[in-house]
């Protein structure tokens, strides 16, 4: 079983609509969770880190259960903007390592 | 805002040549990393240095070596490149530690690496 597990999509979404990406993680020690965005031959961005509580920025908002392991990306009102690959990312505890996800391509079709 | 630099952007070599990428971040950070991102198989890490003067094995080293020259520059070496070798690199800097578990990592643009 991979470490971190995401469905790589494609999702092709219309703009405005709601789409959200679960990932799911195999290690229970896992202590740091982010989102990261990668635009096709750039470098991955920082989207957002999850927070236990949940959290949102905007039109995204993240959350984590770690009773199930896993942690879900909710994308509002969808933009053209938008289309791109969605990292799931994982920091073990005491680690000083992030384990990637091997993305959630989106496109939002106008 | 440089943030982290990479170089060469581009690079093509014959398989047996040998060739260093350059990594340098101007955030102050302790640790930096090197990955490698191949279709369908997600970022994997090569190296890294959690501080100035410490390198560890990540999950696919082989073929590698690094050198953490300073706190700012973080290079890797292929000494003998392969075509398996061929893939785009990303290095990375933050500042984890002393309880900053939740720092992310910065990338730079990445190095798109050919092996013929």
């Known amino acids: 079983r991979k470490e971190v597990e995401q469905d790589p999509g494609p999702f092709n979404v219309p703009e405005g609509a709601t789409v959200a990406f679960n990932c799911t993680y195999s290690n229970s020690a896992s202590q740091s969770f982010f989102w990261y965005r990668q635009d096709c031959r750039k470098e991955p961005k920082l989207l957002m880190s999850v927070y236990s509580s949940g959290n949102e920025d905007g039109r995204f908002t993240a959350q984590l259960n770690r009773a199930s392991q896993y942690i879900s990306l909710l994308i509002r009102d969808s933009k053209l903007s938008d289309s791109a690959t969605y990292l799931c990312?994982?920091?073990?505890?005491?680690?000083?390592?992030?384990?990637f996800g091997t993305g959630t391509r989106l496109t939002i079709i106008p | 805002n440089a943030g982290v630099t990479q170089t060469p952007k581009f690079q093509v070599l014959k398989t047996g040549q040998s060739m260093t990428l350059q990594c340098a971040q101007d955030?102050?950070?302790?640790?930096m990393y090197w990955y490698r991102q191949d279709p369908g198989m997600g970022l994997r890490l090569i190296y890294y240095s959690a501080s100035e003067g410490t390198t560890d094995k990540g999950e696919v080293p082989n073929g590698y070596n690094v050198s953490r020259l300073n706190k700012r520059e973080f290079s890797l070496r292929l000494e003998s490149a392969a075509p398996s070798q061929t893939s785009v690199y990303f290095c990375a800097s933050s500042e984890v530690g002393r309880g900053n578990s939740n720092q992310p990592q910065h990338f730079g643009d990445g190095t798109r690496l050919s092996i013929l």
């Open positions: 955030m102050n950070h302790n640790s």
């Open positions: 990312v994982v920091r073990d505890f005491g680690n000083e390592k992030l384990t």
